[in-house]
């Protein structure tokens, strides 16, 4: 089922890997693009953020108005989303949508070998099974990754590609030979390690900080409040993203890295077109222009009744059809000359 989403994204990346010749770039590039194809999304995302966010105080009052009647709540909230036409869980499909495209970028950059190179998965399994490689393995990586072994093919493939040349064709091994993982004088298929001090350290530090600092503008131009619920999460977002940033290539934590650029400048031009305060101030003039329309429709409805019950007793008082007609119109004309008067 990922591969639907993998395929065409690795089609991407490799298009990108050719283009460029360096894989460091070539995440850039790939962050860049797959950011602008998920464009649409963010910005509904966006917009259904913003309309939560407006109707958040009339949603709170019917919680607090019914806290102890779960039945009339949900009744009383599923009437406010029909007059309003807004959905509680709008806000939830376009991050449905966006997780399976994010497990699929994320195969993208743990498979190079499949995606960026085109080795025929076969191939791969054959790598990977038990012989020469995992006697090299033992000596230059400990074990394969169990999250990116195909990282660590590679790895082991270059250290000594002559103890391949019997599995793999000249073609192939060629090609993993050539593959450029460095970045900035980096080795992007290394693990940082707090016991080898060198620039790689830097990347876990620089994905954690403007990971956080993505979640600090989003939130600052979107005009939601901090809380603790929110402050944990991030606390707890942070920690995993540092935990992981030491267990998995270099390669991947640039990839976190400039999503998280791409996320804040984006952030940053759609709060140009998509203000929150003058959307928020635009919707909740739409919930009081509804609600002043629901008055005025109360107000004709009951009118009209007490019309329709004033005619009935005439009928039923005044024998005299003629007369009851004519006492009926200067009742309407009454009125209308009121409605002229006060504007009603």
């Known amino acids: 089922m990922l591969q639907i989403i993998s395929v065409p994204l690795g089609w991407i990346m490799s298009r990108i890997y050719e283009l ?67 959905s509680m869980t709008s806000g939830c499909l376009p991050l449905l949508i966006q997780m399976p495209i994010l497990f699929g970028l994320i195969d993208v950059i743990y498979k190079p070998l499949r995606y960026i190179l085109g080795v025929p998965t076969a191939l791969i399994g054959d790598m990977k099974n038990p012989g020469v490689l995992w006697e090299m393995a033992e000596k230059t990586v400990g ?75 989003t939130q600052k131009l979107s005009g939601q409040q901090s809380n603790s619920q929110t402050t944990t999460m991030l606390l707890m977002t942070t920690a995993m993203f540092l935990y992981f940033s030491f267990v998995i290539p270099a390669g991947v934590s640039i990839y976190w890295i400039f999503s998280s650029v791409f996320g804040i400048l984006t952030e940053l031009v759609l709060y140009k077109f998509i203000n929150p305060e003058k959307e928020k101030a635009k919707i909740e003039e739409e919930i009081m222009e509804a609600r002043r329309l629901k008055k005025e429709e109360e107000k004709k409805r009951r009118e009209k009744q007490k019309t329709v019950k004033g005619d ?21 004309r009454a009125r209308a000359l009121d409605r002229e008067k006060y504007g009603e």
Request: glycine share 4%; charged share 20%.
């Open 20 to 86: 460029v010749g360096n894989y460091g770039i070539t995440l850039i590039l790939f962050t860049l693009v797959t950011k602008l194809l998920m464009m649409p999304i963010t910005i509904k995302q966006k917009k259904s953020m913003i309309r939560m966010n407006a109707f958040q105080p009339l949603i709170q009052n019917i919680q607090k108005k019914y806290a102890n009647d779960p039945q009339k709540q949900n009744e009383e909230l599923a009437k406010l989303q029909n007059e309003h036409g807004f």
């Open 143 to 217: 074990t394969l990754s169990r999250y990116t072994p195909q990282t660590d093919i590679i790895k082991v493939i270059n250290q000594n590609p002559s103890a391949f040349s019997s599995v793999l064709e000249a073609d192939v091994l060629a090609k993993i030979q050539a593959f450029d993982f460095t970045f900035l004088g980096m080795d992007l298929t290394a693990t940082p390690s707090l016991k080898v001090m060198n620039g790689l350290l830097l990347i876990p530090v620089f994905s954690v900080l403007f990971m956080v600092a993505q979640q600090f503008i």
């Open 312 to 332: 009935k007793y005439l009928e039923e008082v005044i024998e005299d059809k003629d007369e009851a007609e004519k006492i009926r119109q200067r009742l309407e």
